[in-house]
């Protein structure tokens, strides 16, 4: 485990949202899920990401998961693109609860796992515990691993540039979605593992919001995980390959 190289492809990925029933049953509204994912197979965009905050991770069950994997990768074979990139989101309160979801996501047809860390115990998370658990998680993933650095939603655990540095040396991590709006990881990432659109990159940062796509992009990340494409893919994708043209270095 943990050997496979596949660089994460640049672009606009869509966090996919999560659709369910109203009323009491909480359940997830299938008919509409598969309409949705039509639309965005569809659309064009580089990539889709399953459960993550937007897709409602922390409510799924492995099953819900499993089956929305499942689903996304059967319509983005329907419609004649069977390599879409899939990304899993994990979720748990365990570095063993995140490698079983990263095994999960692989045998339901997910080409990465989007990792967040633990953060029930966060008071005790040093930067070292922290840099530990993504390396052991990465180590035992069937799948390459995307880091997901959202401080908002982990009691504050915020993966710096330094830890990045370090992270992004492992052979099965190779991407970090930023939702933090850190300018200079994207930058700091791109010195040293060289820029996302130049195609020698083995780890690339993603803004975590489509409104500093442009500042990631020209400082040498490689794209964005976005929730605006959930609405409006193609102007998501447009901004993206105009703004890629343009050598702000």
């Given at each position: 485990?943990?050997?496979?190289?596949?660089?994460?492809?640049?672009?606009?990925?869509?966090?996919s949202?999560?659709w369910f029933?109203?009323?009491?049953?909480?359940?997830i509204?299938w008919?509409?899920?598969?309409?949705?994912?039509d639309?965005?197979?569809?659309?064009g965009?580089?990539?889709?990401?399953?459960?993550?905050?937007?897709?409602?991770?922390?409510?799924?069950?492995?099953?819900?998961?499993s089956?929305?994997?499942?689903?996304?990768?059967?319509?983005?074979?329907?419609?004649?693109?069977p390599?879409?990139?899939?990304t899993?989101?994990t979720?748990?309160?365990s570095?063993?609860a995140?490698?079983?979801?990263?095994?999960?996501?692989?045998?339901a047809?997910?080409?990465?796992a989007?990792?967040l860390?633990p953060?029930?115990?966060?008071?005790?998370?040093?930067?070292?515990?922290v840099?530990?658990?993504f390396?052991?998680?990465a180590?035992?993933?069937?799948?390459?691993?995307?880091?997901?650095?959202?401080?908002?939603?982990?009691a504050g655990l915020?993966?710096?540039?330094?830890?990045?540095?370090?992270?992004?040396?492992?052979?099965?991590?190779?991407?970090?979605?930023?939702?933090?709006?850190?300018?200079?990881?994207?930058?700091?990432?791109?010195?040293?593992?060289?820029?996302?659109?130049?195609?020698?990159?083995?780890?690339?940062?993603?803004?975590g919001?489509?409104?500093w796509?442009?500042?990631?992009?020209?400082v040498?990340?490689?794209?964005?995980?976005?929730g605006?494409?959930?609405?409006?893919p193609?102007v998501?994708?447009?901004?993206?390959?105009?703004?890629?043209?343009?050598?702000c270095?």
């Amino acid at each position: 485990m943990g050997s496979i190289h596949s660089p994460y492809p640049p672009g606009i990925h869509v966090p996919s949202l999560t659709w369910f029933k109203p009323g009491p049953t909480q359940s997830i509204d299938w008919a509409l899920q598969e309409k949705h994912i039509d639309f965005l197979v569809r659309s064009g965009l580089h990539g889709i990401v399953i459960a993550g905050t937007n897709g409602e991770a922390a409510t799924l069950t492995p099953d819900e998961k499993s089956k929305l994997v499942r689903l996304t990768r059967s319509t983005a074979q329907r419609f004649g693109r069977p390599n879409m990139p899939i990304t899993c989101g994990t979720f748990g309160g365990s570095t063993q609860a995140i490698i079983d979801d990263t095994k999960l996501a692989a045998s339901a047809g997910a080409s990465y796992a989007l990792v967040l860390v633990p953060s029930y115990f966060h008071f005790a998370l040093d930067s070292a515990a922290v840099v530990g658990f993504f390396e052991e998680v990465a180590s035992a993933s069937p799948i390459p691993v995307v880091i997901y650095n959202f401080p908002g939603v982990a009691a504050g655990l915020n993966v710096d540039s330094e830890m990045l540095e370090t992270l992004g040396e492992h052979s099965n991590i190779v991407a970090v979605k930023l939702t933090c709006g850190t300018i200079a990881s994207v930058a700091r990432s791109a010195a040293k593992f060289g820029r996302a659109l130049d195609g020698d990159s083995s780890f690339v940062a993603l803004a975590g919001q489509s409104d500093w796509l442009v500042p990631c992009l020209s400082v040498g990340g490689a794209g964005a995980i976005t929730g605006l494409a959930n609405l409006y893919p193609k102007v998501c994708d447009m901004s993206y390959v105009y703004t890629k043209r343009v050598d702000c270095r």
